[in-house]
C-alpha cells in the first residue's frame, strides 16, 4: 500500500511515517514510479510503536525490541519481559524523583535555595 493510505489506516501523517521509515522503525519498497510501497502488516505495528511510546518505551527501545518480538515463539511472553523491565525502570526513576523532592523540600524556607535547612554558612 501507498504511504497515504498507510497514513489514513494507521492514523498518522505521512511525515511521521516518513519519520519512522528513517530511523528504521519501518520499511517500505520503491516502485519503479518513486512510490513508497510498504506491506499491510505495517498498519498492525505502527500501531504497535504508538501503543509502546504511549507506555513510554522510547523509538530507540521499539526499535531495538522489534525484531526481537517478530521473532519470539511466545509474543505475550516477550512483551510481559519488556513490561517488567520498564517497571524497574520506572521503580528507579520514581525513587530517584524522590529523592530530588525530598532535597528540594530541606531547601524551601531557607532564604537560599542552594543551602540546605541547618546548613551553616
Given at each position: 500500500?501507498?504511504?497515504?493510505?498507510?497514513?489514513?489506516q494507521a492514523g498518522m501523517t505521512r511525515d511521521t511515517i516518513r519519520f519512522y521509515?528513517?530511523?528504521?522503525?519501518?520499511?517500505?519498497?520503491r516502485l519503479a514510479n518513486g512510490y513508497r510501497d510498504f506491506p499491510p502488516e505495517t498498519?498492525?505495528?505502527?500501531?504497535?510503536?504508538?501503543?509502546?511510546?504511549?507506555?513510554?518505551?522510547?523509538l530507540a527501545e521499539i526499535a531495538r525490541?522489534?525484531?526481537e518480538l517478530h521473532d519470539a515463539p511466545d509474543t505475550a511472553k516477550a512483551l510481559s519481559a519488556l513490561f517488567e523491565e520498564k517497571i524497574q525502570v520506572v521503580d528507579?526513576?520514581?525513587?530517584?524523583l524522590a529523592a530530588l523532592r525530598a532535597e528540594l523540600t530541606a531547601r524551601v524556607g531557607t532564604g537560599c535555595?542552594?543551602?540546605a535547612a541547618g546548613?551553616?554558612?
Open positions: 500500500m501507498r504511504i497515504g493510505e498507510l497514513a489514513a521509515e528513517k530511523v528504521g522503525l519501518v520499511a517500505g519498497r498498519v498492525v505495528w505502527l500501531h504497535y510503536v504508538r501503543t509502546a511510546q504511549t507506555l513510554g518505551f522510547s525490541h522489534g525484531e528507579a526513576r520514581m525513587a530517584e535555595p542552594l543551602r546548613q551553616a554558612d
